[in-house]
């Protein structure tokens, strides 16, 4: 079986965020944690790399807007630049998590797969979990940052199209 390492479990979260600020957004990568923690069966540790995704996207959207104060929209590059710090920071703290506490294993089966994959080659199971990991973050990290700048934009035009009460 061949799984496209794509889980998009940061696209709620860096979307949450650009949109309403850190706190919601770190709600919701508690939030979507605790759902893949109940559902997926994966480790409730993994919350610290939905919880680093929510904080590095709220520090570059917060960033942008007092760089550019003038501006209504956030632009492409914060959300490519969101995505491409937080598959980092999920690649560092993620792989960690999965190599010392999971031994591997992160029951997503896209990384996992990855991981196995490489190991035949490599037959380091922290190597194959570190590369593995980093792979499939940078791939979903900049997909969800994509999907998020389109959801962001559609939900700011749809509300400032709305009339005020």
């Known amino acids: 079986m ?7 479990d940061s696209v709620m979260t860096i979307a949450v965020t650009a949109s309403c600020g850190l706190v919601p957004g770190l709600i919701c990568a508690f939030g979507s944690n605790l759902l893949l923690f109940i ?3 994966t480790g409730i540790f993994f919350s610290a790399c ?3 995704t929510a904080l590095i996207a709220w520090l570059i ?7 550019h104060p003038n501006e209504k929209l956030l632009s492409a590059d914060s959300f490519m630049w969101a995505g491409f710090l937080a598959a980092i920071s999920n690649s560092i703290i993620g792989d960690t998590i999965s190599t010392f506490v999971y031994g591997a294993n ?8 990855a991981v196995q994959g490489i190991y035949v080659v490599i037959r380091s199971l922290p190597v194959a979990a570190y590369i593995g990991g980093t792979i499939t973050n940078f791939v979903d990290k900049l997909v969800c940052a994509t999907i998020c700048l389109f959801i962001y934009r559609f939900v ?10």
Request: hydrophobic share 40%; aromatic share 16%; net charge positive.
């Open 2 to 8: 061949i799984a496209f390492p794509l889980y998009l």
């Open 39 to 41: 559902f997926a069966h």
């Open 50 to 52: 939905h919880l680093s």
């Open 61 to 67: 959207f917060h960033s942008e807007r007092k760089n």
């Open 106 to 113: 992160t029951s997503i089966p896209q990384v996992d797969n």
């Open 156 to 165: 700011k035009k749809v509300f400032s199209n709305l009339p005020s009460f």
